[in-house]
């Protein structure tokens, strides 16, 4: 498990990105967990994001969440939030519901790989083994990524390519056994 989904991205300045809910390396709460697994206690809340540290000229984010080892092949998309403020440094825990209560003004979720637009928690199919969780925050020199409202997540990530210049990234695992 040694590949990295940003290796064939161009380089960009790194950023600081800390969560009160998940830690670097570790598993998952079980709140973060889709209501679609068969995990106790799962609430498909998104977690806490801050972040520090951004590039110089950033003028908005993108926060986005991906399983990297879903068995699709593509590898699961489970949020995208686009055209978050640059004054703008922190996401409560279950910000990414489906009335999008917890985003600021102007910033909008796109359609997860369930074209669902909220935050979609984990749901490693059992006994697949652990999962990869990578939350990142974006920092764009736009203050608006210009994709349509339902854009998929792939389409996002090729728009903003050429815009972005800092990446901050929290992965967590998750597994159901």
Known sequence: MNNNPFSKLPEVAVFQLE????????????????????????????????????PDGTKSFVVTAYDLDAPTGSGLWHWAVINIPASVTELPTGAGDEHSSGLPKGSLQLP?????????????????????????????????????????????????????????????????K
């Open 19 to 54: 969560s009160n809910d998940i830690v670097e390396g570790h598993p998952l709460p079980a709140q973060h967990y889709s209501e679609m697994s068969t995990l106790e206690g799962s609430k498909d809340l998104s977690p806490h994001l801050k972040w520090s540290g951004v």
């Open 112 to 176: 997860n790989d369930l074209r669902l637009k909220r935050f979609i928690g984990a749901a490693p199919p059992a006994g697949h083994g652990p999962h990869r969780y990578y939350f990142v925050v974006h920092a764009l020199d736009v203050e608006n990524i210009s994709v349509a409202p339902n854009s998929t997540p792939a389409l996002l990530g090729f728009t903003m390519l050429s815009h972005t210049l800092g990446r901050a990234v929290l992965m967590a695992t998750g597994e159901v």
